[in-house]
């Protein structure tokens, strides 16, 4: 089914491990946008990508780092990670320039111990 | 900048008894407003959106809301709660261009039978 494809889906790490999480659209979508949820906290965006070739920094981008591969693929990386990295992680995408809403995947569950 | 408050983080209803979910926010552009919902370990599915033209908007599973621009309000109804909607509901505040899609907080939806 066409959507948006989260790798993987759970994760434990130890403090200062490294690790990428993968995600990939099949939709088209020009944008993609990297989230991650907290308890009583909503959706906090870390970083997205308006286009293939361009990424930018969101609401908390520290401890992060992107890589827009191709228009399909758009992966956050975890260079040292942290206790306070324990999250879960939504990759999302939408069609164009206009919001009509974004496709969200499945999710990443991240603890850091 | 843009905002979003969802009141109550918890909100518990009967089955088959009107279903009343609060949203507020704060916009400098014209909003486009969403609901999204989330069932347990899954990802977010988008409910329903308002962007431009009539302001009461249908979206799917018997949802609806209301864009009140005067009392900048987006809140999410349904006439009567079924069990299957036991889930967390998120409002969203964006721009047209979406590229900084801000999320509320949450609302769990409890249904009692």
């Known amino acids: 089914n066409a959507g948006v494809t989260q790798t993987p889906k759970f994760q434990v790490l130890k403090t200062g491990q490294s690790m990428t999480l993968q995600c990939a659209q099949d939709?088209?979508?020009?944008?993609m946008y990297w989230y991650r949820q907290d308890p009583g906290m909503g959706l906090r965006l870390i970083y997205y990508?308006?286009?293939?070739?361009?990424?930018d920094k969101g609401e908390v981008p520290n401890g992060y780092n992107v890589s827009r591969l191709n228009k399909r693929e758009f992966s956050l990386r975890l260079e040292s990670a942290a206790p306070s990295q324990t999250s879960v992680y939504f990759c999302?995408?939408?069609?164009?320039?206009?919001?009509?809403?974004?496709?969200f995947g499945s999710g990443t569950r991240l603890t850091v111990v | 900048a843009q905002s979003v408050t969802q009141l109550g983080s918890h909100v518990s209803v009967s089955e088959g008894a009107l279903v009343l979910l609060r949203c507020n926010y704060s916009?400098?552009?014209?909003?486009?407003l969403f609901w999204y919902v989330q069932y347990p370990n899954q990802g977010l599915q988008l409910l329903l959106k308002y962007t431009t033209g009539a302001t009461l908007v249908k979206g799917i599973n018997g949802f609806e809301a209301e864009f009140k621009k005067s009392e900048t309000s987006f809140h999410l109804t349904k006439p009567s709660a079924h069990m299957s909607d036991a889930a967390e509901y998120f409002c969203a505040v964006s721009d047209a261009g979406g590229f900084k899609t801000i999320f509320g907080a949450g609302t769990r939806l409890f249904v009692k039978a």
């Open positions: 916009s400098s552009v014209p909003p486009y």
């Open positions: 999302a995408s939408v069609a164009a320039a206009t919001n009509y809403g974004y496709t």
């Open positions: 990508s308006a286009s293939e070739g361009t990424t």
């Open positions: 939709m088209n979508h020009n944008s």
